[in-house]
């Protein structure tokens, strides 16, 4: 009888390769201690961020839960060790469900992990059973509490974090936690019940094995969603696996091997961008961003009327320039033009240049600001509205700047329904703007002024505002009229 191979004290016979699982879960807990300092960043940016979003903007608010989520579930999938629960490839499916990106942290681990197989199957096999799954629908009043505690807990996770004494248990917890949250905010579960953020609800599915929703449409949809993501794990993790190839696989036992998780690629993208962005000049849609990140702390009347005012300036710079290869004496082309002189001209009449260098252009403007002007003093009933609530008018605000996002992001702000889009959009924001009251009273006159050279209408119900508006956009029609004058002189 041939004698039995000698084992080693881990019961493995000498001279053999460790198994591939034992690998796989070596260079998982080195990459956990890899990723702290870029989860810690993630909850900095929550606790410093999150307290400051406007309570109507609860997508945001879900967002930041969800975001935030994603990275420690990612990190406990990383820590957390192998058992009858899979705790590793739960929390792998939840991160990752939470964003399709393969740049995010879920998904370079998980590549890097070497159980994305695993992960695809679970996926599958969770979606299969979705509609046959116990119905665990979390309590009203715990969840607002652990809605309420979140940012304790966050921040007492961090510095755990921070430390290296961070379980993969408190992990979970916190993970756990701010899906909840993330649910509790859903405004379409607030009003009737129904979810309808079926990414959080299908990661905290994921995480506990039963569902927080009970309707049939909601399980089929989420059902859907799952064998979407299953489909896609492959192509996914490969293209995070792209971007890893360079990396020396040696730093990744240090405390400090980030690289691994920085994308060269997009670094490139990102430069190339911003030197087109230099040789374009103004960006719309980096405006747009930047004015809806301030947005989205804004609480206060008088700030959401300044970003008003903002974003009306950068609709209307883009809207003259795509509308400007087109016949100087097209309506749409002089209308912009004369808001745009009223919103931008400088704070007096007398220290004014001619608004937008016409020259010859200058006697269509003076004849735009004097019919404005004119429908402005015209005796109109008065049919004076109910005044918004500031927050009814913020939340207005918020959908228009999105609105213009959505319009820049299809790139169609070059065509002339694009231009007359963004021309619209800046009449809207204004009526918003002139609404909400600026505290610059020079800053309130300009709004007025050019959406009363837009859309007169609009500040029927506003006699004062109509008056003031008026009287500014016929001392605009005397300096058009003095510029076509010297035009024609020195022709």
């Known amino acids: 009888m041939a004698p039995k191979p000698r084992r080693n004290r881990h019961s493995r016979p000498r001279g053999r390769p460790a198994p591939r699982r034992l690998e796989d879960d070596l260079r998982r807990h080195q990459l956990a201690r890899a990723v702290i300092p870029e989860v810690v960043a993630t909850a900095e940016r929550f606790l410093d961020y999150f307290p400051r979003i406007a309570p109507r903007r609860m997508p945001d608010r879900i967002f930041f839960l969800s975001d935030l989520a994603s990275d420690c579930l990612a990190w406990t999938a990383l820590g957390a060790p192998r058992d009858e629960h899979q705790i590793p490839v739960r929390c792998f499916a939840s991160s990752c469900l939470l964003f399709s990106d393969p740049h995010r942290i879920s998904w370079q681990a998980l590549t890097m992990s070497g159980i994305a197989a695993e992960v695809r199957t679970w996926v599958r ?32 996770f961090m510095e755990r974090l921070r430390a290296h004494e961070a379980t993969s248990a408190d992990g979970l917890r916190v993970g756990r936690q701010l899906l909840r949250s993330a649910i509790a ?29 009970d309707r049939v449409a909601d399980r089929v949809r989420l059902a859907a969603i799952l064998e979407e993501m299953a489909d896609a794990l492959p192509d996914l993790a490969a293209h995070a696996a792209a971007h890893l190839e360079d990396d020396d696989e040696d730093e990744l036992a240090d405390d400090e091997a980030t690289a691994a998780f920085d994308d060269q690629e997009l670094e490139d993208e990102d430069e190339e961008l911003q030197e087109d962005d230099e040789e374009d000049g103004f960006n719309l849609g980096d405006a747009l961003t930047a004015l809806d990140a301030r947005l989205r702390v804004t609480e206060q009347a008088s700030e959401g009327a300044d970003v008003a005012f903002l974003a009306a300036c950068a609709l209307l710079i883009q809207g003259v320039d795509s509308l400007s290869t087109l016949p100087p004496t097209l309506g749409a082309r002089v209308r912009a033009n004369a808001a745009a002189g009223a919103l931008l001209s400088p704070a007096g009449e007398e220290h004014a240049t001619a608004p937008l260098e016409a020259d010859e252009d200058s006697a269509l403007l003076e004849m735009a600001y004097l019919q404005a002007a004119a429908l402005l003093e015209a005796d109109v009933p008065e049919q004076p509205r109910p005044q918004r609530p500031v927050e009814a008018a913020l939340s207005g605000l918020d959908t228009l700047v999105g609105a213009m996002q959505d319009v820049t992001d299809e790139q169609v702000v070059e065509g002339l329904a694009g231009a007359l889009a963004l021309i619209g959009g800046a009449a809207e924001t204004l009526r918003v703007g002139v609404a909400l009251g600026h505290e610059d009273a020079e800053t309130q006159r300009r709004m007025a002024a050019a959406l009363g050279a837009l859309d007169p209408i609009a500040l029927a119900d506003l006699p004062e505002v109509r008056a003031a508006a008026a009287q500014t956009l016929r001392g605009l029609a005397r300096l058009a009229h003095g510029t076509s004058a010297a035009a024609a002189t020195t022709r």
């Open 185 to 213: 905010l859903d405004p379409v579960l607030a009003r009737n019940g129904a979810l309808g953020n079926l990414a959080a609800a299908g990661a905290l599915a994921l995480l506990e094995q039963t569902l927080p929703i």
């Open 125 to 156: 096999a969770f979606a299969s059973e979705a509609a046959n799954l116990q119905t665990a629908r979390p309590d009203p009043e715990l969840v607002r509490g652990e809605a309420d505690s979140v940012l304790d807990e966050v921040r007492a």
